[in-house]
């Protein structure tokens, strides 16, 4: 049956209209670009309704757009397009092509000067760049509307330190206008923008770490090494990073994972290395043997081409080229006078004298995490380290640790050389010893050999390391309680490390932090700090030098915030642990809360991953306690951060509120965080 539509008059045209711009605030693509940009859905939006011009009643009308200053560049000159005897959609939907709002100076020079005029009026009103459209119907301007417009990081830079230059704006007023998160994209690899215009996402994964990458699949880290010795850009697909995999991560352009949130495997150690990431894909149907996946309808294949983009989390079948990272000019500036409005130092978590390097570069003023156990993952380090874990005896551990500890030793001096005397916090040993098991036949057959086992005794210590639930098991300071000799091997490496670097620079004050993970009882913190006391204090006495060193401790368990009186009265400085302690507050997987936390975002119960941004109503009140109660019991405590939330601005900013002394996150996120710490104090005071 034909339904027969009654006329609808003016009236309810334009209630429909006004419903659909309110309808509008709900769909898909608002609700993942309100997530991105971080606006809040509570907001809701508004409808003017106004009277229409009519650029399209004559060759005398007309309609366009225009930019007072490049959005691209940021250089200062009007930009826009312009259309004769048409209305702003035939701007927008490209059916007609519109010339240079220059074309306008020469087609109709009168309405050109006043809107140069107005232009130049709006700019010295709002003082910033403007994004303004415009209807001229029968030789009349009608200016519809006027923003601040959306620019490139690189222009927002130029935009700043320019209108300070023209006295239009304070240096702390330049400071404010720059997008901190927008810096990403002067740090990283970018999709070549016209490129990506025309590409269409066929799925998308958790942001894990910003930049774009375009490679051929991969599903080994060995694949991934031996395709990059062979002059291959590759991605690595895995349902799961793990340490074992390190190698193939750092040889690929980018790591794309099924499984895993924000501050999964994955997602951490790209972060740290400054490479695209996209993790916990879950519409990826990845098939049993690993060798082939299925996405948005498509099998994808070894050797088929792959874009990802870390900053989005889009995934994008083919080849979209990429565009290098360059750091632009006014960079530098902006950089500057932010380092002198904030308060919060800006520390960087490293493992490696590279990243410590680049860190330095990027205005890191210490390190605030080095995780040891990253220290392992090489192939030529982790035999040594499977022999600790495997250790049988006392002794057959001491044995192993003994063979560690030169590495460890050599790591810390050249993580304390490339600091130039800069405070480094460096974590005792902390994950789950079953992480660094081997798994293939030949792994655990090198590994009986070596300690001289038969192999079934070697596979019965890996399944006894087995855990249902490791990131609540045997890991961080309980591996010190049970194996007391990790803490002496750890802390020998590190006091050693800084006699010899404060013995080669003798201007530098070297002074290690000695940081202890996972701390739930003050006991347990007095068990594992008394033996570091007394064998760093045992070397220095031995070098016959004077060293300070501090020892404290991770507060990453909610029993650490809520006795960190007592914890404080042993402890030397509190790092917060917000990955850890964020999954342990709300009670969720880190690795896992990806699986469903689509579904709280859909039903409007999160409107952010609270592994990415600090969730300040809960884990944000435990660590306000745990201040306030640490800094009673010890009014010197020095107190940062060091989860990832370290390097989101908005996190930064309650950091700064808090009174934290640092936040410490991956060294390309220092300038992002360097940035938002300014604008936190300037937006304080
Ligand atoms: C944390 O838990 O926030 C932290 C920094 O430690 P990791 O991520 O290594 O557990
Ligand atoms: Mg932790």
């Not at 690899?189 to 375009?214: E, H, I, N, W, Y």
């Not at 990806?594 to 435990?622: C, T």
Request: net charge negative.
């Amino acid at each position: 049956m034909t339904e027969i539509l009654a006329p609808v008059g003016g009236k309810e045209q334009l209630f429909a209209a006004i419903q659909a711009v309110f309808r509008s605030w709900d769909n898909p693509r608002a609700n993942i670009y309100r997530r991105d940009n971080d606006i809040p859905y509570s907001w809701g939006t508004a409808v003017n309704v106004q009277m229409m011009a009519f650029g399209n009643l004559n060759d005398e009308s007309g309609t366009g757009v225009a930019f007072t200053r490049d959005p691209a560049t940021g250089e200062r000159k009007l930009m826009g397009e312009f259309l004769i005897n048409a209305q702003g959609e035939d701007v927008v939907a490209g059916v007609r092509t519109p010339m240079p709002i220059a074309k306008m100076a020469e087609i109709m020079p009168k309405v050109f000067k006043q809107f140069t005029e107005v232009c130049a009026k709006l700019e010295k009103h709002y003082r910033d760049m403007q994004d303004m459209e415009f209807t001229i119907e029968n030789g009349k301007l009608f200016m519809l509307q006027t923003r601040n417009g959306k620019r490139t990081a690189k222009a927002a830079l130029k935009i700043a330190c320019d209108l300070v230059d023209e006295g239009m704006r304070t240096e702390q007023e330049a400071v404010l206008m720059v997008e901190p998160r927008n810096l990403d994209t002067l740090l990283h690899p970018q999709f070549d923008t016209v490129a990506l215009k025309r590409a269409q996402p066929m799925g998308r994964g958790l942001p894990a770490s910003p930049g774009a990458a375009c490679g051929k699949i991969v599903f080994t880290a060995d694949d991934a090494k031996a395709w990059k010795e062979r002059g291959e850009k590759v991605v690595l697909v895995r349902l799961e990073t793990s340490p074992e995999d390190i190698e193939g991560m750092k040889a690929a352009q980018g790591i794309l994972t099924v499984r895993g949130g924000m501050t999964s495997h994955a997602a951490v150690v790209a972060r740290g290395m400054g490479e695209c990431c996209v993790s916990g894909c879950q519409e990826i149907q990845m098939d049993e043997e690993g060798k082939k996946f299925i996405l948005g309808g498509k099998t994808f294949r070894e050797g088929d081409w792959i874009s990802i983009d870390g900053s989005t989390g889009n995934i994008y079948d083919g080849v979209i080229p990429t565009v290098d990272a360059t750091i632009a000019g006014e960079f530098g500036r902006i950089m500057m006078w932010a380092d002198k409005f904030r308060r919060l130092k800006v520390r960087t978590n490293a493992d490696t004298p590279r990243d410590a390097k680049k860190a330095r570069e990027l205005g890191a003023e210490g390190i605030g995490l080095c995780r040891t156990e990253h220290m392992f993952f090489s192939q030529s380090r982790i035999a040594a380290f499977r022999e600790m874990i495997c250790a049988d005896t006392v002794e057959e551990r001491r044995l192993a640790l003994a063979k560690i500890l030169p590495y460890q030793q050599d790591d810390f001096e050249q993580l304390f050389e490339a600091l130039d005397g800069q405070p480094v916090t460096i974590r005792f040993l902390d994950p789950p010893l079953h992480e660094f098991v081997p798994h293939t036949d030949e792994e655990i057959a090198l590994l009986a050999k070596a300690q001289h086992k038969p192999i079934s005794r070697i596979k019965e210590i890996i399944d006894n390391l087995h855990e249902i639930n490791p990131m609540m098991g045997h890991r961080g300071c309980r591996l010190c309680v049970t194996y007391p000799e990790i803490a002496v091997m750890q802390t020998k490496a590190v006091i050693r490390a800084a006699i010899n670097t404060q013995k080669r620079h003798k201007g530098w004050n070297v002074k290690p932090e000695i940081m202890i993970p996972l701390t739930g009882d003050p006991k347990e913190f007095k068990f594992v700090k008394d033996i570091v006391v007394h064998v760093a204090n045992d070397e220095i006495q031995a070098a016959e030098i004077k060293l300070n060193y501090e020892v404290g401790t991770m507060i990453e368990i909610p029993r650490a915030a809520l006795t960190a009186a007592e914890i404080a009265d042993e402890a030397e400085f509190f790092c917060f642990g917000t990955n850890d302690l964020t999954q342990m507050t709300y009670g969720f997987s880190r690795d896992d809360a990806g699986k469903f936390l689509g579904s709280y975002y859909d039903k409007k119960i999160f409107e952010n991953d609270p592994f990415a941004r600090l969730d300040q109503s809960g884990v944000g009140k435990l660590m306000e306690m745990a201040v306030t109660d640490g800094k009673k019991s010890r009014p010197m405590l020095h107190c940062g951060i060091c989860g990832e939330h370290g390097g989101d601005p908005v996190s930064v900013a309650f950091c700064h509120k808090l009174g934290l002394d640092y936040v410490s996150c991956s060294p390309f996120r220092v300038p992002i965080a360097r940035l938002a710490a300014a604008q936190a104090a300037l937006l304080s005071e």
